[in-house]
């Protein structure tokens, strides 16, 4: 059964910085392409960034490049979201996902 477990959101000032984590069971994570979507307050789910298995291969959305770094650590079965310079508009519930599945959510909220 496939579990995603995220964390590290919080209460952020604007141009602060976060680090998601997704623990990650129930499959090979190693084989696994994984990402990070987003779902701001009254708005659908938003992509915002994805690494192949081994973590060679990044992409990220336009509102996001140059400023959210996504990793994995594949002997912890753990993905990653590194996000600097923070924005309001960044204020969202984040999850990482596999395929279909995603997990609960974590919350981030870029406020003064």
């Known amino acids: 059964q496939v579990q995603l477990v995220e964390s590290g959101g919080g209460l952020v000032q604007p141009g602060g910085s976060l680090r998601l984590s997704c623990a990650a069971s129930g499959f090979t994570f190693r084989f696994a392409p994984m990402s990070w979507f987003r779902q701001a307050p009254g708005k659908g789910l938003e992509w915002v960034s994805g690494?192949?298995?081994?973590?060679?291969?990044?992409t990220y959305a336009a509102s996001v490049k140059g400023r959210f770094t996504i990793s994995r650590d594949n002997t912890k079965n753990t993905l990653y979201l590194q996000m600097n310079s923070l924005k309001p508009e960044d204020t969202a519930v984040y999850y990482c996902t596999k395929d279909s599945h995603r997990g609960q959510g974590t919350q981030v909220t870029v406020s003064s």
């Open positions: 690494i192949g298995s081994l973590g060679s291969t990044t």
